[in-house]
C-alpha cells in the first residue's frame, strides 16, 4: 500500500477520442489512489474491507472530514494504513494526484460542487449518494464522460445488493418495461414488523433505537428516500430520465394494524412500493407511470416475501420476463462491499454501457385495483352512500369486508375496487372524506395485481 | 445495419500493454461486427432481439450452420438483416473480419478449437456454453488476456438472469464464502410440479413434451448440468478453480411424492440444489464443499420461493451478507438478453475485473442433519435396527416421523438425523441398505438448515 507514482493515471493512459464520444477505461500501471470524502459508517466499512482484502489495485491515501483528528483517533480508524493522508482541507484532496473520489458525505451541497471539480480535473468518482444521482446523475455522467473519467454509483440504489450492475451488464440487450422495488431498508423494517403483529408506533422507536430511522423520519416513511431510487432505477433501467419532484409520494404512517389484517384476508400484505412503468397508452410519448407508496402486495409476489431490512428489486424486460435482486440495502458492510466493488472496476478499466436516455414526463395516474379502508361511526346507510360516492365515477366493488368484533362506534371496514384510475378514486375518497360518518380520513392504497408464477 | 469498416477492430484499436497485463478495452470506432455459430432456439431469439432493438453498436455480419439453407429458409431468420452473409463454413467466418463470435452451439469438441482459433485471431468471444466454461473457462480466460480480447459467458449460467454480471461487477469487493442456488430449470420444473402433487414420471413426461427436457434427462436430472454451472460459479465467486468431475451429484429421479409429504411435515421443501462453499475447517487448504443433489430446503429460505423453470442463486459474502438473483434460467428470448448483453459489453469497451483464481480441491463430504425415507415390509424391531445402525456411527436421530394410512407392507417412513457428515451417514445407508426389511433402498438426503431472516 506504499507503493507511489510520478504521474496520475490519466496522463499515462493517453485518452483517444472515437467517434462514439464514449470514455475510455484508464488502466494505471499501479494501484488506483482513493481517497475517501466522510469517515462515518460507511466510510470506516470501506477502510476495514480494504484492510482485510488488501486488493493490490487500490491505495487508499487521503480521508477527508470535518473534525478530522477525532475521527482519526477513533477505534474505526483502526484498520487504516498508517501512511494515509487525514486532512480537513477539500482542496488538498482534490489538488492531490488521486485517481479516485469516493464521496460518502451525501446531499447536493457543497458535494455536487466537489464532485464537479473532481470530474472536470480528471479524477474517478465513486458516490453512494442517492440524492445527488437522483437530482444531478444524467448532467454529471455527461460531465465524466466530456472528461473521459467513470462516476459510479452502485451503492446509491439498494446497498450491497448489485441491481445497478446488473442491469447495466447483465440486462442491457433487453428493453426493460417496468421497474418495481422495495428499496428503503427503514420502512420494510417497519412494515414487516407490522404484518408481525406490532404497532407503526412502537416499530418506528424501535427502528430509531436501533438506528434504522433518523429522529426525524419523514425521508424513509413519507418516500422521499425511495423516491431519489426509483429515479436511478428509471435512468438505468427504463433509460427514463425523470425529476424526482414530478414523481407522488404516500407516506406508510397512515397503515395500521386493522389494514394488515384485512391485507392477510386478501392474501396479501403491505410494503412500501417503488415503480416505474413505461406507459403503455402512452408509449413513445416519453411518459412514465411512477409512484412511491404502501402498497397491497399479493403473497404470491417475490416482494412479499422481502423481511426485516432487506431490499428487492424486480426488473421486468420485454425479452427476459422478471429477474429479482434481493439482499442488504443498507448498513455499513453491504454498502462498503457496493463502494469497493465499483473502486475495483475503476481500477480494472470498467467502462458502463451508455445508451441513450430520454428525459420524461411523469404520471402518477395508474389503472389498478384499490383497497379503501375507512373508519366510520357505523349507522344505516353508510355503505349505500359509500357505493354510492364510487358508482357516480364509475368504480365497480370487488368485495366488502367487515371483521367482526369491533366497537360500532369506530368501525373499520373495507372496500376493493375493480381496476381504476388513481385520479378518478381519489376524486371519489375526497367525496367520501366530507361524510359525517367518517371518523378519520380514509385510507386509498393500491393493490398489485398478482405477477403468474413462472411455473408454464 | 450496413455499415462497412475497411479494418478489424483489434487494428484500429492499438492495445497498450500494462503492468498488470490485464486486457484492453477495444473501442471501435463503428458497429462491433457479430457472427453467430448455431442458429437454433436461442440463435434466432438473438436475430430478433437485435432486430427489436436496432443497436447502433451491434451489427450482425455472419450466421454458421449446418445446413445453412434450411435454417435460412425457415421463418426464424425473418428478422436477419439481408446483407448477413449465411454459411456452412466455420473457416469463412474465422477468416473473415468479424470481431466478436457468439457461439451458440455448445459442447467441447469441436468448439474449443474454433474458440481457441478465434481468440488467437484476436476476435473477442461471447459464448453461452456451460460445459465449455466449466471445463476450459480458466484455460480459456488465460488465452483470451494473452491476446487482448475479451471471452464473456453471462448466459453460461442462470440465462437472463445477470447473476456472472452482478457477482463480478457489484460484489467483487466482498468475500464470497458460498455460492448455492438452483440453476436447472428442468428439475426445478419437475419438483414444483411434484411440490404441487403430481407424480414424478408423469412431470417427467411433460417436461419432455413441453420441451423442457430431453428424451434422455441425464444431464439434468442427474446433475450434470447443474454441475457444470456451480463450477462456472465457483470460479468467479469464489475464485476457486473446481475439476467438474470430482463434484459429487445425486440424482432426483428416487424422489417420491411421499417425500414431499414429509418435507412439508419438516416444513421444508425439495429441490436440486447445487452448492460450494469455502471449507471453514481446512480454510487455506484450498478446498471446496461442493454438491449437487436434490435436498429438503426451509420454506423460510428463498430458495423455496423458486418456482417453475426459474432459477435462483444465493451469494453469501463475508461483508455483504446474502444476495439473492433470480428469474428465468432457460428458453431463447431469456438467453438472448444474456447473451445481447454481452454483445453490447464487448462493443462498449468492457473489461471484465479479473481476480485471482486458485485451483482448489472438492470435497462433498458436509456436515448437515440429513433427512432418511425408508420403504419397509414392517414388522418389530426394524425401528431399533436402524437406531442401531445410526448409532454405530454415532449419528444421534433428531425425529421419526410416519404418516398413517399406509400399506404395512409397503411402508415409507422418514427419521430426520442431527447434523452429521456425508461420509457417515452414506456409511449407515449401506448397512441399512442390506436390512431383508428394506424394499428399496433408503433415500438419503441432504438437509438445508434454515438461513435466519434479515429482521434485524
Known amino acids: 500500500m506504499t507503493t507511489k507514482r510520478s504521474q496520475p493515471a490519466k496522463k499515462t493512459s493517453a485518452p483517444r477520442k472515437t467517434s462514439s464520444n464514449k470514455p475510455k477505461s484508464r488502466r494505471p500501471s499501479g494501484p488506483v489512489r482513493v481517497a475517501i470524502l466522510g469517515f462515518g459508517t460507511v466510510g ?35 484498520p487504516v494504513p498508517a501512511e494515509v493522508i487525514w486532512t480537513e482541507s477539500i482542496d488538498e484532496v482534490l489538488n492531490s494526484k488521486v485517481d479516485v473520489i469516493l464521496e460518502l ?80 431498508g427503514t420502512c420494510n423494517f417497519i412494515l414487516s414488523r407490522m404484518e408481525a403483529g406490532a ?87 416519453n411518459t412514465v407511470q411512477a409512484r412511491v407508496a404502501p402498497m397491497l402486495i399479493p403473497h404470491t409476489s417475490p416482494m412479499a416475501w422481502s423481511h426485516g431490512t432487506g431490499n428487492m428489486v424486480v426488473a421486468t424486460g420485454r425479452f427476459g420476463g422478471d429477474v429479482v435482486f434481493s439482499g442488504q440495502g443498507a448498513g455499513g458492510n453491504p454498502t462498503a462491499v457496493a463502494v469497493v466493488s465499483d473502486l475495483l472496476a475503476v481500477a480494472h478499466g470498467h467502462t458502463s454501457i451508455q445508451l441513450p436516455v430520454k428525459r420524461c414526463q411523469v404520471t402518477g395516474d395508474i389503472l389498478s385495483p384499490h383497497y379503501l379502508r375507512f373508519v366510520v361511526n357505523d349507522r344505516p346507510g353508510i355503505v349505500s352512500a359509500i357505493a354510492g360516492a364510487l358508482a357516480k365515477v364509475h368504480i365497480n366493488i370487488d368485495s366488502l369486508l367487515q371483521r367482526p368484533g369491533h366497537d360500532k362506534h369506530a368501525l373499520p371496514f373495507v372496500v376493493t375496487t375493480e381496476p381504476c384510475l388513481t385520479s378518478t378514486i381519489e376524486k371519489a375518497v375526497r367525496a367520501m372524506a366530507k361524510m359525517d360518518c367518517m371518523l378519520e380520513p380514509p385510507l386509498c392504497l393500491q393493490m398489485l395485481e398478482p405477477d403468474p408464477l413462472p411455473t408454464a
Chains 1, 2 share one sequence.
Do not use: M
Open 44 to 78: 470506516s466499512s470501506v477502510a476495514r474491507v480494504l484492510a482485510a482484502s488488501k486488493f493490490p489495485d487500490l491505495q487508499l491515501t487521503h480521508i477527508y472530514n470535518r473534525d478530522v483528528e477525532r475521527k482519526r483517533a477513533s477505534a474505526a480508524a483502526k
Open 199 to 285: 404497532e407503526y408506533g412502537t416499530v418506528l422507536a424501535d427502528a430509531q433505537a436501533l438506528g434504522y430511522a433518523e429522529s426525524n423520519p419523514s425521508a424513509d416513511v413519507d418516500g422521499f428516500d425511495a423516491r431519489a431510487k426509483l429515479c436511478i432505477l428509471s435512468r438505468i433501467a427504463l433509460r427514463a430520465e425523470l425529476d424526482p419532484d414530478q414523481v407522488p409520494t404516500q407516506t406508510i404512517s397512515t397503515v395500521t394494524q386493522t389494514d394488515f389484517h384485512y391485507a392477510k384476508e386478501l392474501d396479501c400484505t403491505i410494503r412500501q412500493v417503488a415503480t416505474a412503468e413505461i406507459d403503455r397508452q402512452k408509449r413513445g410519448r
Open 105 to 184: 458525505i451525501g446531499g447536493l451541497n457543497p458535494i455536487e460542487s466537489w464532485i464537479r471539480r473532481a470530474l472536470t480535473s480528471g479524477k474517478s468518482v465513486v458516490t453512494a449518494n442517492k440524492q445527488l444521482i437522483a437530482y444531478r446523475g444524467a448532467s454529471l455522467a455527461r460531465l465524466a464522460q466530456k472528461h473521459n473519467v467513470q462516476l459510479i454509483h452502485g451503492a446509491a440504489v439498494a446497498g450491497g445488493v448489485p441491481v445497478l450492475a446488473g442491469l447495466l451488464q447483465g440486462q442491457s440487450g433487453d428493453q426493460i418495461t417496468r421497474i418495481r422495488g422495495i428499496v428503503n
